[in-house]
């Protein structure tokens, strides 16, 4: 289960990168690239915060 909170962290730190060098390329419109980006802030809050916030046991 920990390797799809990476997974789903990293697809929604990808939605947030990608986009913004698209329009600053010319390739993407803005009102698009504020969808992908808020996609991807939710991807990458809901595999992030699960997958670096639990706190390992201690012996």
């Known amino acids: 289960m920990k390797y799809f909170y990476i997974l789903l ?3 929604g730190l ?3 990168l ?3 060098l ?3 390329f010319g390739n993407m419109e803005a009102e698009q690239m504020k969808n992908y980006m ?3 802030t939710l991807l990458w809050f809901s ?13």
Do not use: D
């Not at 595999?47 to 012996?59: M, V």
């Open 18 to 20: 990608i986009p913004s």
């Open 38 to 40: 808020l996609i991807g």
């Open 47 to 59: 595999g992030a915060i699960p997958w670096l916030g639990k706190k390992k046991a201690q012996n």
């Open 9 to 11: 962290a990293i697809a």
């Open 22 to 24: 698209l329009l600053f």
């Open 14 to 16: 990808s939605l947030t």
